[in-house]
């Protein structure tokens, strides 16, 4: 197996509220060891918005006309710094090195700590993340209507609302033995099923499909048993498909195990779960999935608190 791609786990987080702002687009700026930009003296948050250009937040109700010199600071590459001073005054002209823009969003939530994208009609734009509740970010120029907007922040644990976000690896590698039969199946157990485009009947897990599904009141048993079967079940037919194909007993399953479920006595919507993949060589892997939003196991805090 040749391991061509890189895969996050990634959730969005709702926008709760959507303002317009005013920014200072500055251009001709030597991005390359661009350390923080100061208005007037005072540091702001500033983001890349081109090749050369940045945005820079101004503080309050500020504008252009209240500004007079901005400040660049850099770092160079043997650690020394320097910076660049830039005139605003009497700048604003759409030809000036400084100008107001004012196609830019600050979009408040719950938790945008963890930003790392933001989406705008299913593009990604330039961010920057002001605080725990607000994150800036710029409007598509061709963006006639606004649509759509999603702030992507980065996940941990399996849920309903996550999603899986696949991209290439920086260095592709070949994977053989134990540790390429463990992320092949982990990868099945937690595809939906019919999500393979090229063959849509091939083994799924859809573990995802338990988390928040119907599980009778007072009895977690019920959730366990649901697991149980549908890891043995997942197992059972990727055990089936592997015996097809000529594969090394080293990336061959024998079998997989649940070792171990326990939820958290603080949040019963969560728990952890333990597997146990035995190749037909006997080589072992212990692997743990987080499982969150147990929506129903919820109605049982009493018996796993007590």
Not at 42 to 50: E, N, R
Request: glycine content about 6%.
């Amino acid at each position: 197996m040749r391991d061509l791609q890189t895969v996050f786990i990634r959730n969005l987080v709702p926008v709760l509220a959507v303002d317009f702002i005013t920014m200072l687009r500055v251009r001709e700026v030597q991005l390359a060891g661009l350390l923080d930009v100061l208005v007037d003296g005072v540091p702001l948050p500033h983001m890349v918005a081109g090749t050369d250009e940045i945005l820079v937040a101004l503080a309050g109700n500020s504008r252009l006309k209240n500004v007079s010199l901005l400040t660049l600071r850099y770092q160079a590459a043997d650690g020394s710094g320097f910076s660049e001073t830039v005139s605003a005054l009497a700048a604003g002209a759409p030809g000036d090195r400084v100008t107001e823009d004012h196609a830019v969003m600050r979009l408040e939530g719950e938790d945008f700590s963890k930003a790392i994208d933001v989406l705008v009609n299913g593009q990604t734009r330039p961010f920057i993340i002001l605080s725990k509740r607000y994150v800036v970010a710029t409007l598509p120029q061709t963006a006639k209507d606004l649509e759509t907007v999603d702030v992507v922040v980065g996940e941990s644990r399996l849920s309903r609302s996550m999603f899986f976000r696949y991209t290439l690896s920086a260095d592709p590698t070949a994977h053989s033995g134990n540790f390429k039969a463990v992320s092949q199946f982990i990868r099945v157990l937690l595809s939906s099923e019919g999500s393979n485009t090229f063959r849509p009947r091939a083994p799924a897990g859809s573990l995802r499909s338990l988390l928040g599904s119907t599980t009778p009141a007072s009895n977690r048993q019920a959730f366990l048993a649901k697991l149980a079967l549908r890891i043995a079940t997942t197992s059972g037919k990727f055990i089936a498909a592997q015996m097809q194909l000529n594969i090394p007993p080293a990336e061959r399953i024998s079998r997989v195990d649940l070792a171990d479920v326990s939820f958290n006595p603080n949040d019963p919507t969560e728990a952890t779960v333990s597997l146990r993949i035995v190749t037909f060589d006997q080589e072992t892997a212990i692997f743990g999935l987080l499982l969150d939003t147990l929506d129903t196991v919820s109605a049982v805090a009493a018996d796993i608190s007590g």
